[in-house]
T-cell receptor, first 111, second 113 residues
Framework: DAGVIQSPRHEVTEMGQEVTLRCKPI?????LFWYRQTMMRGLELLIY????????DSGMPEDRFSAKMPNASFSTLKIQPSEPRDSAVYFC?????????FGPGTRLTVL | KQEVTQIPAALSVPEGENLVLNCSFT??????LQWFRQDPGKGLTSLLL?????REQTSGRLNASLDKSSGRSTLYIAASQPGDSATYLC????????????FGSGTRLQVQP
């Protein structure tokens, strides 16, 4: 298995632009998570899905952030409009039973 | 609200030394605890998962223990090697039905050759 796949690996954009991050979970996993990692706040959950249904989005910082999971093999995290404080590494993770497996992350820089 | 703390924040040891990384959590209603390794600029690699019904798990030179009553987990690394240099994160899954992990801030380990 290729593991959790994220794209792009790096994204540099200007303030106000729309950013879309993509994730392909491990095949057969029924949970998908989006986390954000910053130096100041560490790793924080943004949202997670179970069987493609959003379960907990309490970590989504504000309405500029949205996430979708149209099918079991694909999810997107969108930021519109982006702001410099959104600069961070965004991780996608998936799980079956108890153990979570993480993707390599997308390093987002908003200028 | 669950809080996870890792001490020390950074550790430097000579090669070959045995070492212990600590993780403490405030809420004992923990479902499982997972230890990860993160190399600079990389994602998280799962090392060990301990279920609440277990006391410890072993993988090669790594041994992780879990004591729910005291709110502590430790990661023991035997005969450390320079390749073990990384940041080690612990994360707890609460026994509340919420399926997201709560992470500690990590211990940055440097093993000197």
């Amino acid at each position: 298995d290729a593991g959790v796949i994220q794209s792009p690996r790096h994204e540099v954009t200007e303030m106000g632009q729309e950013v879309t991050l993509r994730c392909k979970p491990i095949s057969g996993h029924d949970y998908l998570f989006w986390y954000r990692q910053t130096m100041m706040r560490g790793l924080e959950l943004l949202i997670y899905f179970n069987n493609n249904v959003p379960i907990d989005d309490s970590g989504m910082p504000e309405d500029r952030f949205s996430a979708k999971m149209p099918n079991a093999s694909f999810s997107t995290l969108k930021i519109q409009p982006s702001e410099p404080r959104d600069s961070a590494v965004y991780f996608c993770a998936s799980r079956l039973s108890s153990e979570q497996f993480f993707g390599p992350g997308t390093r987002l820089t908003v200028l | 609200k669950q809080e996870v703390t890792q001490i020390p924040a950074a550790l430097s040891v000579p090669e070959g030394e045995n070492l212990v990384l600590n993780c403490s959590f405030t809420d004992s209603a923990i479902y499982n605890l997972q230890w990860f390794r993160q190399d600079p600029g990389k994602g998280l690699t799962s090392l060990l998962l301990i279920q609440s019904s277990q006391r410890e798990q072993t993988s090669g030179r790594l041994n992780a223990s879990l004591d729910k009553s005291s709110g502590r987990s430790t990661l023991y690394i035997a005969a450390s090697q320079p390749g073990d240099s990384a940041t080690y994160l612990c994360a707890g899954l609460m026994d509340t039905g919420r399926r997201a992990l709560t992470f500690g801030s990590g211990t940055r380990l440097q093993v000197q050759p």
